[in-house]
């Protein structure tokens, strides 16, 4: 649970950083210069947000002696290829997206429709998982969206 809770705030606190550069940046720069630019801003944050994701990664692989692990990880084609595409949906697209959601639109407005996660989640994961769908599933999904949406 404590994960859970350090994983929501890491993300709400990077968005609504995020949305503060943005802004600052999107007022800095011209539009005038290159107008199609503004649409790439979110993809470029989303960039510098893996790169010191993945450099404090890293350290801690080395820290903590599992440089090792990583080197066997990679050769496992099965579980890269899985990962790639799990690249591809969460920090490329999802990140991206996100952040050009707070570029567009206020924070609270944005992160309560990302909040809709637990209820898009209910039918793949029954499909994948074969995990039961269950009402009690369905109203606690209902009550954490609108949870986030009383915060905006």
Same mark, same amino acid.
């Given at each position: @649970?404590?994960? %859970?809770? %350090?994983?929501? @705030? ?7 950083? $995020? ?9 800095? !720069? ?12 979110? *993809? ?8 010191? =994701?993945? =450099?404090? *990664?890293? +350290?801690?692989?080395?820290? $903590?002696?599992?440089?090792?692990? +990583?080197? /066997? $990880? ?5 579980? &890269?290829? &899985? ?14 997206? #996100?952040? @050009? ?11 309560? +429709? &990302?909040?809709?996660?637990?209820? !898009?989640? !209910?039918?793949? $994961? ?7 769908? /269950?009402?009690?599933?369905? !109203?606690?999904?209902?009550? #954490?969206?609108? %949870? ?5």
């Amino acid at each position: @649970m404590l994960f %859970g809770i %350090g994983a929501g @705030m890491g993300q709400g606190i990077g968005l609504v950083l $995020s949305k503060i550069g943005l802004d600052a940046y999107t007022a800095a !720069i011209p539009v005038q210069i290159l107008p199609e630019f503004e649409n790439y801003l979110p *993809f470029s944050a989303n960039l510098i947000r893996c790169i010191a =994701g993945f =450099g404090c *990664f890293a +350290l801690w692989l080395l820290i $903590s002696n599992n440089a090792g692990k +990583l080197k /066997t $990880s990679v050769r496992d084609r099965q579980g &890269m290829l &899985m990962l790639g595409i799990a690249v591809i949906f969460g920090p490329f697209l999802g990140v991206g997206f #996100s952040l @050009m959601a707070v570029q567009y639109c206020p924070a609270g407005i944005a992160s309560t +429709l &990302m909040a809709l996660t637990p209820i !898009i989640i !209910i039918l793949p $994961s029954h499909w994948f998982f074969h995990d039961p769908i /269950t009402l009690k599933g369905v !109203i606690g999904a209902g009550i #954490s969206v609108a %949870g986030v949406a009383l915060f905006f």
